[in-house]
């Protein structure tokens, strides 16, 4: 790390072994991901007007190349607890980092979206038109719930798109709002 853990207390009595732990923890985080530039960790006290005082809630700021990664308001009782949970937390946060830089996580790839341009009912077939304009052939069975019978016209549909003997064809159709 570029500079050493920041810890802040606030409505806090500082204490060593609290302090300790942190350091504990930031350095195993360290060792799982050792491109971390900067932690700032914050513990905040009850608020002063409760008369049973109330959760402590720690925050927790790691730096890493292109991203700050956050963990808030993790909260509890035991100041003990909370912090706990919350580095339990950023290790969650930075393992999901880690994994989308080593290329380890796939990102969702979402059916593209178009409109029903043109609608045969008695046939059994329409057309969507795609957002970059071309259109697509479906037919009544590749229509999803709610069925082929409930499209209309300018409806906007996910579909799955394949090449069919004569050109881009629809294998499912769902209107977008299911």
Do not use: W
């Amino acid at each position: 790390m570029e500079s050493p853990p920041q810890i802040q207390y606030r409505d806090v009595v500082p204490e060593p072994q609290i302090e300790r732990y942190a350091n504990e923890r930031v350095a195993k985080l360290e060792e799982f991901y050792d491109r971390i530039t900067s932690c700032r960790v914050v513990l905040n006290g009850p608020p002063a007007h409760r008369k049973k005082g109330g959760p402590y809630e720690v925050d927790i700021e790691l730096l890493v190349p292109g991203q700050q990664l956050v963990v808030n308001k993790q909260s509890s009782p035991d100041i003990r607890v909370a912090l706990s949970e919350a580095f339990n937390a950023m290790e969650r946060r930075l393992e999901d980092y880690a994994r989308k830089q080593r290329g380890d996580v796939k990102e969702t790839v979402r059916p593209p979206r178009g409109r029903i341009t043109r609608l045969f009912p008695a046939e059994g077939y329409g057309f969507i038109t795609s957002g970059d304009g071309h259109e697509i052939y479906f037919h009544q069975n590749s229509v999803l719930e709610p069925g082929f019978d409930e499209l209309e016209e300018g409806m906007e549909v996910r579909y799955a798109e394949e090449q069919g003997d004569e050109g881009p064809q629809a294998s499912s159709v769902t209107p977008a709002g299911r």
